[in-house]
């Protein structure tokens, strides 16, 4: 099992540019999500799913996009990037169950630069 | 709303300290609460959870007790080791009964960077 992978590692993009960061889990999770990592800040939920086609809006949703076609693959897509989307990118996935006993798996992120 | 709250940082230990990472948490019900850690250049990994009062959750000597009464959940090791240096966020799932779905939606802490010296 690879887990949950993340492509890329880094990204420098310039003001106003899109991109879409990659998410997969082999797993067959159904419950997949996206945070973004800030100093002084924790994680904060930006999107997630709990299953193909489902998809929800978290605590920080304001510039990026998700879809989920399959139950393997969750994109994160930034359509017009902002200096302030500049953070670390963390995606996981976890079984779909009532969330008490949850145990979330996270890939090894994604480093953002936006000038 | 749900919130968690950890002892600022960073914390700088010698080898051989105990440690105590300070959590408190705000939330309704019966939250579950977990410990992840991040060790450089990683993603976050689970280090242990507890799911209801007086739960102790354990993992590689690592404990933490499920406090309803004082709304904590401080992690506490006995003897840290250089290879413990990581940053430690606490996080909680609320109860399902707390309204809405809960979906696995963590909360977490600000995270604690924990340096340990040889």
């Known amino acids: 099992n690879a887990g949950v992978t993340q492509t890329p590692k880094f990204q420098v993009l310039k003001t106003g540019q899109s991109m879409t960061l990659q998410c997969a889990q082999d797993m067959n999770h159904e419950y997949m999500s996206w945070y973004r990592q800030d100093p002084g800040m924790g994680l904060r939920l930006i999107h997630y799913s709990v299953g193909a086609g489902i998809t929800d809006q978290g605590e920080v949703p304001n510039g990026y996009n998700v879809s989920r076609s399959t139950t393997e693959d969750f994109p994160l897509r930034l359509l017009s990037a902002a200096p302030s989307q500049t953070s670390v990118y963390f995606c996981?996935?976890?079984?779909?169950?009532?969330?008490?006993?949850?145990?979330?798996?996270f890939g090894p992120g994604t480093r953002l630069t936006v000038l | 709303g749900n919130s968690v709250t950890q002892m600022e940082g960073p914390v700088t230990l010698s080898e051989e300290a105990f440690l105590t990472i300070n959590c408190t948490y705000t939330?309704?019900?019966?939250?579950?609460l977990f410990w992840y850690v991040q060790y450089p250049g990683e993603g976050l990994q689970l280090l242990l959870k507890a799911t209801k009062a007086d739960d102790k959750g354990s993992n590689k000597g690592f404990e933490a007790t499920y406090r309803k009464e004082t709304t904590s959940f401080h992690l506490e090791k006995g003897s840290v080791q250089v290879s413990d240096s990581a940053v430690y966020f606490c996080?909680?799932?609320?109860?399902?009964?707390?309204?809405?779905?809960?979906?696995?939606?963590?909360?977490f802490g600000q995270g604690t960077i924990l340096t340990v010296h040889p």
């Open positions: 996080a909680l799932v609320p109860a399902p009964n707390a309204g809405g779905t809960s979906y696995g939606k963590l909360t």
């Open positions: 996981a996935s976890s079984r779909h169950t009532s969330g008490r006993n949850n145990e979330q798996f």
């Open positions: 939330a309704t019900g019966y939250p579950s």
